[in-house]
């Protein structure tokens, strides 16, 4: 009987997975075959004279090439952002830096679908997910911040909130045009200039975002944005004219940019990796427990700094709970990121799939046992099978470390204090998940859980007004919300 009934259900999967394809058009995403550096209002040629490929990693085909920035270009741009920040931005009413920032926010709107295609070639992002999350919320960022341009007084009552002067800003692949956002949108607000650098797999949206800026009017060299890998960011954080230092990314990169900075009067706010703990209790709807579970790892291929990477469920509902999850990748389309059926797209970059290859073999050399679902992937291009692990260890690595790709550990518990300890087991602290019928026992963890953001009885939601940020080596610093404003003021 119960065999029968899976034969039907593996059926109906199969037949899911052979939807007829619903590819989005490339037409509406115009791609230059190279791009100079976005410096002083105008795109100009790298001193370095030097440009590397960016790729689609669904295709392994190029998309175009890029300028990488020396640490002359950095200079350049920083005087650029100096000078705009002296003679115009600084100066400007702020009700008029406002408009400004609006009219980015409205044409982002204008032109998202191309957009949202640019972000799936570049960086293999399903083109739901650009479509519907990173293009609509990096507006909406921009849109939020403008509104608080004229109203630091409001933010700050009693104080006098001052802009630090410019802003260098590096962010990574995962979220290219959001982070991009994240960071410009505040630092505009607050009367900041910016030089920023986008990650060298996924630079094309913030490209875009130049000519965006363009268009929108701005003063030149109030943004400024220029391409390039490592090197370049390390040539921003030591820039002796950059007052402030954003940055997410690697933990690693963390660190080296915080002793880099340590002594020079720089600001920073460093959001880096996470291990967030999903954590089901018996009482909790379990098929939405599972789908938050499902969308909390498998979401953008798990390269999300506060994907639920850890799941922690209760003992007692535990095998049915597996079981769910077991059904549910069955139905898991991974493929063609540019496809609607698509659910997991691409990982960003070759490297970044070995980095996941490798945690999967020291997963089953540590003794978990690995399960993927039955479904195929690509033969061309970066994909992984989206994966879960059983009979995992507190101390396994790959319930330790970061691995930034569509891999969950699962693991059991009896007591909520057993799951608080192994919660907050972790060199992290970013995000967390929460999935019980009981208000108390939400109240309980929330309190005791030592992560930056945690979501009851839902995953992965985010909104201009809501801070986001860390705790430990998931660095410090708030972005979003009224929050996100401190980090660009000095309040006198
Ligand atoms: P990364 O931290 O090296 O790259 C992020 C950004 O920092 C990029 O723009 C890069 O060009 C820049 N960068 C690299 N070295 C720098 C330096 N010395 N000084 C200044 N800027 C520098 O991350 P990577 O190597 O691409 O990914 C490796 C791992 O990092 C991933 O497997 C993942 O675990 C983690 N990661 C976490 C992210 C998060 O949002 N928490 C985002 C990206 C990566
Ligand atoms: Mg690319």
Redesign the pocket.
């Known amino acids: 009987m119960a065999k029968a009934k899976n034969n039907t259900l593996k059926l109906k999967f199969d037949s899911a997975r052979n939807y007829a394809p619903a590819p989005e058009s490339k037409s509406v995403a115009k791609i230059n075959p190279r791009y100079d550096l976005f410096i002083n209002g105008k795109f100009e040629k790298p001193l370095s004279k030097k440009y590397f490929a960016t790729i689609n990693p669904a295709t392994e085909e190029k998309l175009s090439e890029v300028a990488d920035a020396n640490a002359a270009d950095v200079d350049k741009a920083v005087k650029a952002a100096r000078n705009a920040y002296d003679k115009t931005w600084k100066k400007m009413p702020a009700k008029e830096r406002a408009k400004y920032i609006f009219r980015i926010a409205r044409i982002m709107q204008e032109r998202a679908r191309e957009f949202a295609v640019i972000e799936t070639l570049d960086g293999g992002k399903p083109i739901r997910e650009s479509r519907d999350f990173d293009v609509p919320t990096a507006a909406n960022h921009f849109f939020y911040y403008a509104g608080w341009a004229d109203k630091l007084e409001y933010a700050f009552p009693n104080r006098k909130a001052q802009p630090l002067g410019v802003a260098g800003q ?5 979220f290219p045009l959001l982070m991009a956002a994240w960071k410009i949108a505040p630092a505009l607000a607050t009367g900041n200039t910016v030089v920023l ?5 996924t630079p094309l949206t913030a490209l875009k975002l130049a000519e965006i800026i363009q268009e929108a009017d701005l003063p030149p060299g109030v943004v400024n944005i220029i391409t ?7 040539a ?2 030591n820039h002796p004219d950059i007052n402030k230092i954003a ?8 660190k ?2 915080q002793k ?1 900075i340590a002594g020079t009067g720089k600001r920073a706010t460093l ?4 291990k967030a703990a999903n954590i089901i209790f018996d009482d909790a709807p379990l098929d939405q427990a599972v789908e938050g579970v499902i969308n909390g790892i498998f979401f953008n291929q798990g ?3 506060c994907a639920g990477s850890r799941l922690y469920v209760q003992e007692s509902v535990a095998k049915e709970v597996i079981r769910k999850i077991k059904d549910r990748l069955e139905t898991l389309i991974v493929g063609d990121p540019l496809d609607k059926n698509t659910d997991i797209g691409a990982i960003n ?1 070759k ?2 799939l070995n ?1 996941i290859n490798r945690y999967l073999k020291i997963g089953v050399a540590e003794g978990a046992e690995m399960y993927q679902g039955s479904g195929s992937i690509p033969s061309k291009g970066f994909f992984c099978k989206p994966t879960i692990f059983t009979n995992v260890a507190q101390s396994n690595r790959i319930a330790q470390e ?3 790709g569509p891999v969950l550990t699962i693991q059991t518990f009896r007591t909520d204090d057993e799951v608080i300890e192994k919660a907050n087991n972790t060199p992290y602290g ?1 995000s967390a998940g929460v999935w019980t019928d009981k208000g108390s026992k939400i109240f309980n963890l929330t309190t005791k859980l030592r992560a930056g953001v945690i979501w009851a009885n839902t995953y992965n939601q985010f909104d201009p007004t809501s801070p986001f940020g860390g705790y430990k080596e998931s660095g410090y610093g708030r972005e979003g919300g009224l929050h996100g404003l401190y980090p660009y003021v000095r309040l006198v």
Do not use: D, R, Y
Not at 197 to 201: C, L, W
Not at 271 to 274: A, C, Q, T, V
């Open positions: 590096i962010i990574p692949w995962n650098k986008p990650a060298e797999t390039g890998a490592g090197a370049t960011g390390a921003m954080v940055f997410t990314g690697s933990t690693n990169v963390g080296i940019i880099a959001e880096l990796g996470g390269h999300v700094c970059s490297e970044q980095i970061e691995i930034f970013l």
